[in-house]
């Protein structure tokens, strides 16, 4: 299979550079794009395949379309713009996105895929630089079974659970309840480490001594060192979670969900920023509570 299908790649950026590199690596014929020209000629040095010079020229002869940009309007971009991959998708190609999104960029682009007559998926992701890199992210999708069934192989390059959610914007629904269930366990963390200082106790033992019971996290093993050592220059960054976050709360408004604890983050990440934290790690929230 993975000598059968072409692959078009667009958006190399922490992300995307990597999980190209795992397709490339798993032997499908992969052409890549990205705004900055310098980059695709880099992976493509690393890595072999093509590179094209605009969305729809990488897409053109490829059975699946993969993109991991910025935002909403940079997706409208690549998708539809000038020179917009769907332009030049042949048709019951899939279009497979990564980017984290609003669910309403994705029904927008998906009802748009359906008139073509292509495959839209959405299909963001949790893991981080990290999990790009070691090919361990999880991916959760919304669109059309069948479309699903042709992309999860490729897709299953660099991630280590995929997992069908529902109809299209089930995927960016799902991220969502990802990123509110971090800000909440990233500030109870912050707290605890802050305590724990003021209280006069060693925040290493301490944590060490409870991340063996209830209240362990995955934010917990991998920050809490880098935490009380105040070291902020590595992870997923807090413009990116003020992004989420803001794509959280405007979807919460719709539905009518009640998020007064992601809302209150939300707020304490801008005051991370007003530190100039706009690039620091999100355990970076312990920042704020020692000013």
Known sequence: MAQQQKIAFLGLGVMGYPMAGHLATAGYDVCVYNRTTAKADAWVEQHGGRLAGTPAAAAQGADLVFACVGNDEDLRQVCVGAQGAFSGM?????????????????????AVAQVQGLGFLDAPVSGGQAGAEN??????????????????AAINCFSRAVRLMGDSGAGQLTKMVNQICIAGLVQGLSEGIHFAKRAGLDPEAVIEVISKGAAQSWQMENRYKTMIEDQFDFGFA???????????????RDNGAQLPVTALVDQFYADVQQLGGGRWDTSSLLKRLKH
């Open 135 to 152: 090919g361990a992210l999880t991916v959760m999708v919304g669109g059309d079974q069948a479309d699903y069934d042709r992309a999860e």
């Open 90 to 110: 042949s048709s019951g190609a899939v279009f497979v996105d990564h980017t984290t999104a609003s669910a309403l960029v994705a029904r927008e682009l998906y």
């Open 238 to 252: 807090v413009d990116w979670m003020r992004k989420d976050l803001g794509i959280v709360l405007d979807a919460a």
